[in-house]
């Protein structure tokens, strides 16, 4: 006999006295269990557990724009969440098309920004004054043409300014496509 042969035969014989010792056998009036094995009812019961449902995260409603997708919306919202987790707060959502309502969870949200101001249905107070409105004036701005590969957070770097910085010089542009012509802020621009 083969080695792989007597291993089956020992598999076998080992699996059928195994099997005789749980289940009984004709042999023998009364079944006793191997001195190792538990019997299954010596365990105790596991009660039963409720999950209390998850209390609801509050949401804002923002309707999506030409153009738009879930990083750029997060971004808009503060930065405070990836595009991932505005998808995931929008179960069934899959692409995000112009007119869509898209719940941004209000972890989400920066400082500052309600659901008016996302929506562009109001200006930030901040944004208003009359400080704010004279500089903006006086601010004289460089041009930059957007490459092939650009991102807003790599042009800031080329630049020399901030991301902010440069969003609020090209606050009608969202996605940046090869050609584009960006303001940049003279005081940061260090080409």
Do not use: H
Not at 74 to 99: D, R, W
Not at 130 to 135: G, L
């Amino acid at each position: 006999m083969t080695p792989r042969v007597i291993r089956l035969a020992v598999t076998a014989l080992c699996g059928a006295s195994v099997l005789g010792a749980c289940v009984g056998s004709s042999s023998s009036a009364e079944t006793t269990l191997a001195p190792s094995a538990t019997p299954w009812r010596t365990l105790p019961p596991v009660a039963a557990t409720t999950i209390p449902p998850l209390a609801p995260v509050a949401t804002i409603n923002y309707v999506a724009r030409e153009g738009d997708y879930a990083n750029s919306i997060a971004a808009n919202a503060g930065g405070g969440c990836s595009g991932a987790e505005i998808l995931a707060a929008n179960p069934g959502v899959t692409t995000i098309n112009a007119g869509d309502i898209i719940a941004i969870p209000a972890n989400c949200l920066g400082p500052g920004i309600t659901e008016d101001i996302l929506n562009n249905r109001v200006v930030p107070s901040s944004s208003v004054s009359e400080e704010s409105s004279t500089t903006k004036a006086k601010e004289k701005y460089n041009t930059y043409t957007v490459r092939k590969g650009d991102y807003w957070v790599k042009i800031a770097r080329k630049v020399g300014c901030t991301y902010r910085q440069l969003k609020n010089a090209n606050p009608d542009t969202t996605k940046l496509f090869a050609g584009d012509v960006l303001n940049v802020p003279a005081s940061c621009d260090n080409r």
